[in-house]
C-alpha cells in the first residue's frame, strides 16, 4: 500500500480541461431536444412575469462583436430572472426591411427598376429571410436561449398590420401630415433620410465669398452696393432665394480703396474677410444693425429672373462667413423656415440622385451636384462677382449606410409630428428607469432637439403608407380606410398593396368627396424603418399571451438612443401616452485594441463565432461579464486571452471543490451551521455576503463589479486562505471526521451555489458542473438561485475575524521573511512563537481558532502581551511522511515509523491492514 492510498484525495469526472469548442455545441442541442426553454418557463408559469423585448438586429449578414455583446447581456438578464423569482420569456426578433437589402440584392446583379415591383419585393422577403437562418444559428451558437423558432419578424403579416394600426392611431390624433420642407436626402439610396440614419464625418467642402448687388436698397443703400455672402454649398446658388442677416448684428458700408464699388459685410468680420479679399486699403463709409436692411433687394448673381430678398433671422452667427447668409429655401432647414417667413419660394434644382435638374439653367442641367462647383464658379468670375475661395473641414451629415454625403431637398413627404406632443414624450421620460442614468439626459435632449420625423421613403421594400389620393390629389386620411388596409395585410401580407389597384384596395364601395367620378390613386412611399421597428411594442408585446406592454427593459447599443428608443418611445407616447419600456439598459460600442470603430475594410473585425471555434463561446460570454458595458470597449484576441485565464481560474476552484466532495451527501453528511468549525462558519458567511451582492448587482445589470468581486474571492479568500487551509484537514483526516465534514458543508455549498450564481453567464460550464453535483435537478437552469442566509447573529463573531485576519497578514509577512533567509522552505517546516495583543488573544479565545491549523505550521507557542509579535524557528522533529508536518513524534508508534502519532492513529483506524502488510517506499 502507497502513503498516498491513505489519503482523502478524491477525484472527479469534472475534467481540468473543457474542450469548449467542441462540447458546447453538443449541449446546446441537447437544450435544443430537451426543450430546455420551455421547462424552464413552464416552471415559472404562475410567478411575476418580466419581459426583455429584443431589439431587431438587422437581418443582413452574419453577426458581429457588438451583436454578439448585445445578444449575450440580454442572455444573462433573461437567464438570471428565470433562476430567480420572475417568468421571464424571450422572444428574439428581426429587423427585415429597408434599404440594405435592396442594396444587396443589386450588388448581386438584380435592378430594381428593370424589374416588377412585387418580383423585387419577393426577392428581397427571400434574402431577408436567409439572413434571419444565419444569424439566427449564430445567436444559438452563443448560447442564447429563447423562442427560436417563434421570433418576430417585421415582414410577417401581422407584424404589418399592428405597424398600419399604430400609423391609425396617430392619424386619429392629427399626427399625420403631408409637407414640403426640406429632410435631410440621401442621394446615394434615392430617399429621404431620417436624423437617426444619419452619421457625422468630417468633409472638406469648397467654400465661396461673392457680391450680390443691390437692386432696391430702401433709401440705406444705392445701387452701386453689393452685399457679401458666404456658401460651403456652392451648388445651392442655383437655388439661391434671399439673403439673411443678424437683426441685431452691426454691418459696415466698405469701400475698398481703388474700387467704385461698395460692399455690405458684418462688422466684427471685416478686418479678417478684408484680408481674404485682397482689400489691403479700405473705408468704412457707415454702419448700420441688420434690422434695417430687412427687405432690401439684390440680383441672384446670374439668374435675371431672380430677385434676392433681405431677411433677419436669429440663426445668422458671427462665427465665420461674412455675416450675410447666401439663403436656399429648397435646402436648409434654417432657410425654409426662414423664406416661410418672407413668403419666398422652395426651389430644388437637384433631384433624387443628386444631379441638377432644368431648373438649375442650362449651363447645370444634368450635372452631378459635387461637380457644379467649378461652373458656380467660373459663372460668378466672369460676373466679377466673386471674392475668394476657400477649402474648409467641416461636420458634415452622411448616410449611414451607403457613408455617402447626403443633401437637403424641400419635396413633399409624410411626417409624424414631435411637436404636437414633445412635452408629453418628455414628461413620460420621468417613470423611465437609465442604466447608466446618464442615458436619460442623452434621449431627453434628443427628444428636446429633434424636428418632426420624415417617416415616407422613396423605396419598394418595406411596409407601404397606407394613403390613397382623390381625384384632386387630396390625400385621404381616413381612419376607416386604414384599418381595412390593416386587415388586408394582416391576412396577405403588404404586397398586397403592390399587386392591387386603389379601388381595388379600398372598402367596397367607398365614396370621397373630393373623388365625384370614384378615382383614387395610392401612395408610392414606404414607412421609414424606424416606424418598423418603432412599432413592436404594438407588434409583438400586444400581441403574444406571454409578453407585457410596456415591458421591463429595451437593452440595445448607444445608437439607439437616436434610432430605436427614440422612434419606440415616441410611436407608444403618441398613441397610448406611456412609454413602451420601462427601463432602459444601454450599451457602448467595440472598438479594437487601438481604439478604432471595427470594420471591414479596416480588417479589424473580430467575428464571435470564430472566438467560439478557438476558444469556446463561454469566454465572449465571461468577457461580456468582465467589462463595462456601458461604454465603448475594446476587443481584441489578446483580451479573450486574459479572460480565458479567469475561466480557468474558476473551472479548476470548481474542479477542487468537487474533488473533495466526492465522499460527501449533502442529504445525510452536511452539518449545521452552528456545528461548523471557526473557519467553516468564517467562510460560509463570506460565502453569503458574495451572494448577496451578487444578486444584488444583477438586480442592477452591475456585471463587471460582479466579476471582479467574485475572482478576488476565489483568488484571495478561497485559493490563498480556505482551500490552502484546507488541505491538511481533508486530505489528512479520517473521511468521516467531523472536522472533514465540516468543511465539506460549505465546499458542497459553495459548488452548488457558485453554479447557479454563474448559470446565466456560463451555462455550458454550469451545466458540466451540475452533472457532477449531487442534485435532483436535471439542469442547473431548472434550479433556482440560492437565497441569501440571515447571519446577523454572526456580525460580532465576523468582526474579531477581521481583527484576526490582519494578525495573519503579520504571520505571513514573518513567514515570508524566513523564507527569504532561507531559514524554512515550506510554512509546513516552521515553528512559531506568537505573542497576542489583547484585542487578537481576545479573537483568537473567543473564536476557537486552531491557529497553527489556519497557519499551516508545525508547531506553536503561544502567549499573550501588550504588542503583536511572530518570532519564526525551524520546527523541530523529522518530516511526517503523511501529513508532510514536522512532529517530535514521527515514529512513536512502531508500525508507522514514517507517521507521526496522529498519522498513525487515522491509519490504523482506517487501514487496519497496514499494520502488518507495511508501506510501499
Known amino acids: 500500500m502507497k502513503v498516498k492510498d491513505t489519503l482523502n484525495l478524491g477525484s472527479t469526472?469534472?475534467?481540468?480541461?473543457?474542450?469548449?469548442?467542441?462540447?458546447?455545441?453538443?449541449?446546446?442541442?441537447?437544450?435544443?431536444?430537451?426543450?430546455?426553454?420551455?421547462?424552464?418557463l413552464e416552471l415559472n408559469k404562475n410567478k411575476r412575469h418580466f419581459n426583455l423585448h429584443d431589439g431587431p438586429p438587422y437581418a443582413n449578414g452574419r453577426i458581429h462583436i457588438g451583436h454578439a455583446m448585445n445578444k449575450v447581456i440580454k442572455d444573462i438578464i433573461v437567464r438570471y430572472k428565470n433562476m430567480n423569482g420572475f417568468y421571464a420569456p424571450y422572444v428574439p426578433g428581426w429587423d427585415t426591411h429597408g434599404l440594405p437589402i435592396e442594396q444587396q440584392l443589386t450588388k448581386a446583379g438584380h435592378d430594381r427598376k428593370k424589374m416588377d415591383i412585387v418580383e423585387w419585393r419577393e426577392l428581397a422577403r427571400k434574402f431577408a429571410l436567409e439572413q434571419v437562418d444565419l444569424q439566427r444559428e449564430d445567436f444559438k451558437r452563443l448560447g442564447v436561449i429563447g423562442d427560436w423558432d417563434n421570433p418576430y419578424l417585421t415582414l410577417n403579416p401581422e407584424f404589418e398590420a399592428q405597424e398600419i394600426r399604430v400609423f391609425e392611431a396617430m392619424v386619429k390624433k392629427g399626427l399625420i401630415y403631408r409637407g414640403s420642407k426640406p429632410i435631410f436626402w440621401s442621394w446615394s439610396s434615392e430617399s429621404a433620410l431620417a436624423e437617426a440614419e444619419v452619421e457625422y464625418h468630417d468633409l472638406e467642402s469648397t467654400s465661396l465669398f461673392y457680391a450680390n448687388k443691390v437692386i432696391d436698397g430702401k433709401g440705406l443703400l444705392d445701387d452701386d452696393t453689393y452685399l457679401v455672402v458666404w456658401t460651403t454649398t456652392p451648388f445651392t446658388v442655383t437655388a439661391s432665394r434671399g439673403i439673411t442677416v443678424g437683426p441685431d448684428f452691426e454691418y459696415s458700408l466698405v469701400q475698398p480703396a481703388g474700387s467704385a464699388n461698395k460692399y455690405v459685410i458684418g462688422s466684427d468680420l471685416l478686418e479678417q474677410d478684408a484680408q481674404k479679399f485682397g482689400w489691403d486699403e479700405y473705408q468704412v463709409l457707415k454702419t448700420f444693425k441688420g434690422q434695417e436692411m430687412d427687405r432690401i433687394t439684390a440680383a441672384h448673381p446670374w439668374d435675371s429672373d431672380v430677385e434676392l430678398l433681405v431677411m433677419v433671422g436669429d440663426y445668422v452667427t458671427l462665427d465665420s462667413g461674412t455675416g450675410l447668409v447666401h439663403t436656399a429655401p429648397g435646402f436648409g432647414e434654417d432657410?425654409?423656415?426662414?423664406?416661410?417667413?418672407?413668403?419666398?419660394?422652395?426651389?430644388?434644382?437637384?433631384?433624387?440622385?443628386?444631379?441638377?435638374?432644368?431648373?438649375?439653367?442650362?449651363?447645370?442641367?444634368?450635372?452631378?451636384?459635387?461637380?457644379?462647383?467649378?461652373?458656380?464658379?467660373?459663372?460668378?468670375?466672369?460676373?466679377?462677382?466673386?471674392?475668394?475661395?476657400?477649402?474648409?473641414?467641416?461636420?458634415?451629415?452622411?448616410?449611414?449606410?451607403?457613408?455617402?454625403?447626403?443633401?437637403?431637398?424641400?419635396?413633399?413627404?409624410?411626417?409624424?409630428?414631435?411637436?404636437?406632443?414633445?412635452?408629453?414624450?418628455?414628461?413620460?421620460?420621468?417613470?423611465?428607469?437609465?442604466?447608466?442614468?446618464?442615458?436619460?439626459?442623452?434621449?431627453?435632449?434628443?427628444?428636446?432637439?429633434?424636428?418632426?420625423?420624415?417617416?415616407?421613403?422613396?423605396?419598394?421594400?418595406?411596409?407601404?403608407?397606407?394613403?390613397?389620393?382623390?381625384?384632386?390629389e387630396t390625400p385621404i386620411l381616413d381612419p376607416e380606410v386604414i384599418d381595412h388596409i390593416a386587415d388586408l395585410f394582416e391576412k396577405h401580407g403588404s404586397n398586397y398593396w403592390f399587386e392591387h389597384d386603389a379601388k381595388e384596395l379600398l372598402p367596397e364601395g367607398?365614396?370621397?368627396?373630393?373623388?365625384?367620378?370614384?378615382?383614387?390613386?395610392?401612395?408610392?412611399?414606404?414607412?421609414?424603418?424606424?416606424?418598423?421597428?418603432?412599432?413592436?411594442?404594438?407588434?409583438?408585446?400586444?400581441?403574444?399571451?406571454?409578453?407585457?406592454?410596456?415591458?421591463?427593459?429595451?437593452?440595445?447599443?448607444?445608437?439607439?438612443?437616436?434610432?430605436?428608443?427614440?422612434s419606440s418611445l415616441i410611436t407608444s407616447v403618441a398613441t397610448n401616452g406611456i412609454p413602451p419600456y420601462k427601463g432602459i439598459l444601454h450599451q457602448g460600442f467595440t472598438l479594437d485594441d487601438q481604439g478604432r470603430k471595427m470594420s471591414k475594410s479596416l480588417g479589424n473585425v473580430i467575428s464571435p463565432i470564430k472566438v467560439a471555434d478557438q476558444m469556446g463561446v463561454e469566454i465572449l460570454r465571461l468577457w461580456v461579464m468582465s467589462i463595462d458595458t456601458g461604454r465603448d470597449v475594446k476587443v481584441s484576441m489578446d483580451l479573450f486571452k486574459q479572460v480565458s485565464d479567469a475561466y480557468r481560474k474558476i473551472r479548476n476552484t470548481v474542479r477542487f471543490l468537487l474533488s473533495n466532495t466526492d465522499d460527501f451527501d449533502p442529504q445525510k453528511d452536511e452539518i449545521p451551521f452552528d456545528d461548523l468549525k471557526p473557519i467553516d462558519k468564517y467562510m460560509a458567511v463570506k460565502w453569503n455576503d458574495i451572494v448577496a451582492k451578487y444578486l444584488n448587482n444583477f438586480d442592477k445589470y452591475n456585471f463587471q463589479d460582479t466579476f471582479k468581486m467574485l475572482m478576488n474571492f476565489i483568488n484571495v479568500d478561497l485559493s490563498a486562505f480556505y482551500l490552502d487551509v484546507a488541505k491538511d484537514i481533508v486530505y489528512i483526516t479520517k473521511p468521516d471526521d467531523p472536522t472533514r465534514r465540516s468543511m465539506q458543508t460549505v465546499f458542497y455549498r459553495i459548488a452548488k451555489e457558485l453554479t447557479q450564481l454563474l448559470a446565466p453567464v456560463l451555462p455550458h460550464t454550469s451545466e458540466e458542473i451540475w452533472e457532477n453535483l449531487k442534485e435532483y435537478e436535471s439542469y442547473a437552469y431548472l434550479s433556482e438561485m440560492p437565497k441569501v442566509r440571515n447571519f446577523e447573529a454572526y456580525k460580532e463573531k465576523m468582526d474579531q475575524w477581521a481583527i484576526f485576519m490582519k494578525f495573519r497578514d503579520v504571520a505571513n509577512k514573518a513567514l515570508e521573511e524566513a523564507r527569504q533567509s532561507e531559514l524554512i522552505g515550506k510554512n509546513a517546516e516552521a515553528a512559531l512563537t506568537i505573542t497576542y495583543a489583547p484585542e487578537v488573544a481576545k479573537a483568537v479565545s473567543d473564536l476557537e481558532l486552531d491557529v497553527r491549523e489556519i497557519l499551516m505550521v508545525s508547531s506553536l507557542n503561544e502567549t499573550e502581551g501588550s504588542d503583536t509579535n511572530v518570532k519564526v524557528d525551524r520546527a523541530k522533529g523529522s518530516v511526517c511522511q503523511r501529513c508532510r508536518l514536522t512532529k517530535e513524534d514521527v515514529g512513536s508508534d512502531s508500525h508507522y515509523p514514517d507517521f507521526c502519532a496522529s498519522c498513525a492513529e487515522i491509519v490504523s483506524d482506517v487501514y487496519p491492514e497496514t499494520v502488518t502488510e507495511g508501506f510501499d517506499s
Open 335 to 472: 432657410d425654409w423656415n426662414e423664406g416661410q417667413k418672407y413668403g419666398l419660394p422652395a426651389d430644388v434644382t437637384v433631384d433624387s440622385r443628386g444631379i441638377m435638374m432644368k431648373n438649375a439653367g442650362p449651363d447645370f442641367e444634368g450635372v452631378f451636384y459635387e461637380k457644379a462647383t467649378p461652373i458656380v464658379i467660373d459663372k460668378l468670375k466672369s460676373s466679377d462677382l466673386l471674392l475668394a475661395v476657400e477649402k474648409i473641414t467641416h461636420s458634415y451629415p452622411f448616410d449611414w449606410r451607403t457613408k455617402k454625403p447626403v443633401i437637403w431637398r424641400a419635396i413633399p413627404q409624410w411626417f409624424a409630428s414631435v411637436e404636437k406632443i414633445r412635452q408629453e414624450i418628455l414628461d413620460q421620460l420621468d417613470h423611465v428607469e437609465f442604466s447608466p442614468e446618464w442615458g436619460k439626459q442623452r434621449l431627453y435632449n434628443m427628444i428636446r432637439d429633434r424636428g418632426d420625423w420624415v417617416i415616407s421613403r422613396q423605396r419598394a421594400w418595406g411596409v407601404p403608407i397606407p394613403i390613397f389620393y382623390a381625384e384632386d
Open 13 to 40: 469526472n469534472f475534467p481540468m480541461r473543457g474542450k469548449l469548442p467542441t462540447t458546447e455545441p453538443v449541449r446546446e442541442k441537447r437544450w435544443e431536444d430537451d426543450n430546455l426553454y420551455e421547462k424552464r
Open 510 to 566: 367607398y365614396t370621397n368627396e373630393h373623388s365625384p367620378n370614384g378615382k383614387f390613386t395610392k401612395e408610392n412611399d414606404i414607412l421609414d424603418v424606424w416606424f418598423d421597428s418603432g412599432s413592436s411594442w404594438n407588434g409583438v408585446l400586444n400581441t403574444r399571451d406571454n409578453l407585457d406592454y410596456p415591458c421591463d427593459i429595451y437593452s440595445e447599443g448607444s445608437d439607439q438612443f437616436r434610432g430605436w428608443f427614440n
